[in-house]
């Protein structure tokens, strides 16, 4: 299991969804019985997925090559082991069932809310998470707010002066930001505002200057992105028809722009951040890592090296659940933001 | 009095294949209180004459000429003394409401916002006076808060017309105002759009290309073809004797004429055909159609025709009787298409 996993893992999750969801999306628009059925529709959805990512991570662990007795005890007790060790392992995890049986317990566990113990330390591998997720919940939230303060205006600013030098060193630096990876932008930022400068600690988690350089490395990077979508959805809306009738009323360029195109491009940017988020609350795996971030992505890792591998289940279902659940809620917001989706009874 | 004169405009387009001539020398008057009819063909350039004429072209467009209204030239105020004619002044109902309409605001605020804007109204006052004006419209004003998409054509048709009389202009542009409406739908939007124009002593620019529809209401008809005036008059007298061959064209593809569809394509904007732009389709055309373009000839009061055929019908068949040994080989395939004698 590996890092490549993960990533894997939950993007083809994401792509099923949307496969899924496209299938599924209510046809008719009357009714908030519809948005019921949909909503529901979509929660059951999420157990088939859920119950696709258990196949995938347990067999992983199964079917790696390798006794997973052997590879526990390795992980538990150093390189050199006696078969007692290797065997007392085995009964102890119940590893001598079958397969199937120990699937099938595994997920009756799962079932209850019971997401077993973790393989080395023997805590329970929930409430490790639980213990994670607001240090990982800190970090999502304020690199989105920084990713959109960053994004909007210079996605607007892009659009609307898009042959001049203005947009077009909005359009490069969003290049540029696409192009850096976190990693090493992260420690560029130790380098220039730690080391260098002096304002923020480099590592470490407790009050907002511990949370300015890890937020700033995401905000910034997931602003490239952002910064291209609001752009192009602003080149969108602003070529589109209502345009040239809200100038037609005499309305001045500011509202004309901040109101009636504004409010259009930003439905898909609404969608993409939302999505952003849910990718985020699974915790941002690299710079999590890079500034000891104590996140859910720090915990991952972390599990992986010390070859935790319940705790790593624990952490890639507790992911998928929430990533799920959060596609979810931007697909209602969306159906709250686009009148045209809304579910509404009307004659 | 003139409320509106246009003069010898010109609007180019630089695209893949060339300069697209959209407009291309248009003159054409709105009086006071008159409702002129603007037909022609899908793509002869009638959108774009109804856009220019408020300055709502991007940037790329070219623009020449005069366009006068109340004796002001439009094309050379700035923009920011233009922006309070739009709205105010001249109102227009873009074509395709569905489109022309914000998705995502209400037609109540897409209203109200007109008022609150020029106005200086407060968010009640505003929306008490785009009721009032839901109302002559036609729609009930609880459905004020409702989205474009909850709004069958013709209603959206109704809103784009509350939009465009919100301020009282004293010109109202309305661009295919009857397009994809059903019968009678398309009478009752003719009939309540004639009536509130009347109603406020405003002109109306009718853009159709519907014949019927122009017919029922308008003084007065232009005709366009090819980014160019072919005949203006007074409705009755276009109707009963049209001085230009496209215009009996048109006539003669009315239903109760028989649905006689003018042969051959519209011309290029971007290479239109030498001499007289119709000759190609024309039935009675003489050889210098071919080679002069023709002026629009004042043949009356208030009454132009494009043509050199006008006024010499009994010559134009003597001509077309001997012309014959005079069609090359090259010019008789084209002859067989168009109907045309060189
Ligand atoms: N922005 C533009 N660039 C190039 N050509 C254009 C542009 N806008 C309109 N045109 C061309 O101008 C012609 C006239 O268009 P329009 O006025 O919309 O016709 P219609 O008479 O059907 O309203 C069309 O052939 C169209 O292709
Ligand atoms: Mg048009």
Redo the contacts between chains.
């Keep these: 299991m590996s890092l490549n996993f993960f990533f894997h893992s939950t993007n083809s999750i994401y792509f099923l969804q949307v496969s899924l969801q496209s299938a599924f999306l209510p046809a008719d628009k009357n009714g908030n019985e519809k948005m019921w059925k949909y909503i529901v529709k979509r929660l059951l959805l999420i157990f088939v997925v859920l119950f696709g990512v258990t196949l995938v991570t347990f067999s992983a662990m199964h079917f790696a090559p390798g006794d997973p007795a052997e590879l526990i005890a390795l992980a538990r007790y150093g390189s050199d082991l006696s078969s007692e060790q290797i065997e007392a392992v085995r009964a102890m995890e119940k590893l001598e069932s079958s397969v199937c049986i120990q699937y099938m317990k595994w997920m009756d566990q799962l079932l209850h809310l019971d997401f077993g113990k973790s393989l080395i330390s023997g805590d329970d591998i929930l409430t490790e998470i639980l213990i994670r997720l607001p240090a990982t919940i800190k970090l999502a939230f304020s690199s989105l707010c920084i990713s959109l303060l960053i994004a909007l205006p210079a996605g607007i600013l892009g659009a609307l002066h898009k042959n001049t030098f203005l947009g077009q060193a909005c359009v490069f630096g969003s290049l540029l930001g696409v192009s850096i990876p976190n990693f090493w932008l992260g420690v560029l930022f130790i380098w220039l505002f730690s080391l260098n400068l002096g304002f923020f600690p480099s590592f470490g988690y407790g009050g907002i200057e511990h949370l300015a350089l890890p937020a700033l490395t995401l905000g910034t990077s997931m602003a490239a992105v952002t910064t291209r979508l609001t752009r192009a959805s602003m080149l969108e809306a602003l070529n589109?028809?209502?345009i040239?009738?809200?100038?037609?009323?005499?309305?001045?360029e500011r509202?004309v722009i901040l109101?009636?195109a504004l409010?259009?491009a930003l439905?898909p940017v609404v969608t993409f951040s939302g999505m952003q988020l849910g990718y985020l609350l699974g915790g941002a795996v690299v710079v999590e890592t890079v500034f000891s971030w104590p996140g859910i992505g720090k915990l991952l890792v972390d599990s992986i090296f010390a070859r935790d591998f319940s705790m790593v289940q624990g952490c890639v279902i507790f992911i998928a659940v929430l990533f799920s659940l959060s596609n979810l809620a931007v697909d209602i917001l969306y159906a709250f933001?686009?009148?045209?989706i809304r579910y509404e009874k009307?004659n | 009095m003139k409320l509106l004169d246009i003069k010898n405009l010109r609007v180019y387009f630089e695209a893949e294949g060339g300069i697209v001539k959209a407009n291309d020398g248009v003159s054409l008057e709105l009086g006071e209180s008159e409702i002129l009819g603007l037909i022609g063909e899908t793509g002869c350039g009638k959108s774009i004459l109804g856009?220019v004429v408020?300055r709502?072209l991007s940037e790329k467009a070219r623009v020449e000429g005069r366009l006068l209204y109340k004796g002001q030239d439009l094309l050379t105020l700035p923009e920011n003394k233009m922006?309070?004619?739009?709205?105010?002044e001249i109102?227009?109902m873009?074509q395709?409401p569905a489109?022309?309409?914000?998705?995502?605001?209400t037609v109540g605020e897409?209203l109200a916002?007109?008022y609150r804007?020029?106005e200086g109204l407060r968010e009640r006052e505003a929306k008490e006076k785009a009721r009032a004006m839901f109302k002559r419209v036609g729609i009930k004003p609880d459905r004020l808060g409702?989205?474009p998409?909850?709004f069958s054509g013709g209603m959206q048709q109704r809103v784009m017309l509350a939009?465009g009389l919100?301020l009282k202009p004293s010109l109202l542009i309305a661009d295919e105002p009857t397009k994809g409406l059903d019968p009678s739908t398309k009478h009752q939007i003719v009939a309540l759009l004639s009536a509130l124009v009347r109603e406020e002593h405003s002109s109306l620019l009718l853009i159709t290309h519907d014949l019927e529809v122009a017919a029922t209401i308008c003084d007065r008809i232009a005709v366009m073809y090819a980014g160019e005036i072919l005949e203006a008059g007074p409705a009755k007298k276009i109707l009963s004797s049209p001085g230009h061959p496209y215009t009996r064209n048109l006539l003669h593809s009315l239903p109760k004429y028989g649905l006689n569809v003018a042969v051959g394509q519209s011309p290029s904007l971007i290479s239109p055909p030498l001499g007289c732009r119709f000759h190609p389709r024309c039935g009675s055309c003489l050889k210098k159609c071919s080679k002069i373009h023709p002026d629009l000839l004042k043949t009356g009061p208030r009454t132009y025709v494009r043509c050199h055929v006008y006024g010499k019908s009994g010559k134009a068949d003597e001509i077309m009787k001997g012309a014959p040994e005079e069609m090359s080989e090259k010019t008789k395939n084209t002859a067989e298409v168009g109907r045309c004698h060189f």
């Design positions: 589109k028809e209502y040239i009738t809200a100038r037609a009323k005499g309305l001045d509202t109101k009636h409010k259009n439905l933001l686009d009148p045209r009307h | 856009r408020m709502l922006r309070l004619f739009r709205g105010k109102g227009i873009l395709n489109q022309a309409l914000n998705p995502v605001l897409q916002e007109i804007f020029h409702e989205y998409h909850q939009i919100a």
